[in-house]
């Protein structure tokens, strides 16, 4: 069992930046891939970026490509989002998730963490 804790979420300024991290208990998330999806009000959640248990190559939405960062410490359990260049079509609430298997885009994740809200203002 895994549990995910997000934190980092906030207001900020078109054009700042944030750091999400999602820190997770339980050894087996250093066998998880890990993932942050967002989900805006009215809009189904979607996938920002994803990364391997190893850490190797993240994988990221086009929306994102060049302006996200995910990166993993798996001696600290923790996932992190660095997020520059921030847009108001960014605001959403940011979800971590982790699984052992399965398609890393979709959102069939077996652990879910609460959420935290990005709000970026123009």
């Known amino acids: 069992q895994v549990q995910l804790v997000e934190s980092g979420g906030g207001l900020v300024q078109a054009g700042g930046s944030l750091r999400l991290s999602c820190a997770a208990s339980g050894r087996s998330f250093r066998h998880y891939t890990m993932a942050w999806f967002r989900q805006a009000p009215g809009k189904e959640r979607e996938f920002v970026a994803a990364?391997?248990?190893?850490?190797?190559?993240?994988t990221y939405a086009d929306s994102v490509k060049d302006r996200f960062t995910m990166s993993r410490d798996n001696a600290k359990l923790t996932t992190y989002l660095q997020m520059n260049s921030l847009k108001p079509e960014d605001t959403a609430v940011y979800y971590c998730?982790?699984?052992?298997?399965?398609?890393?885009?979709?959102?069939?994740?077996?652990?879910w963490g609460q959420g935290t809200q990005v709000t970026v203002s123009s």
């Open positions: 998730a982790g699984q052992s298997s399965g398609s890393i885009t979709t959102a069939t994740y077996g652990y």
């Open positions: 990364i391997s248990y190893s850490g190797g190559s993240p």
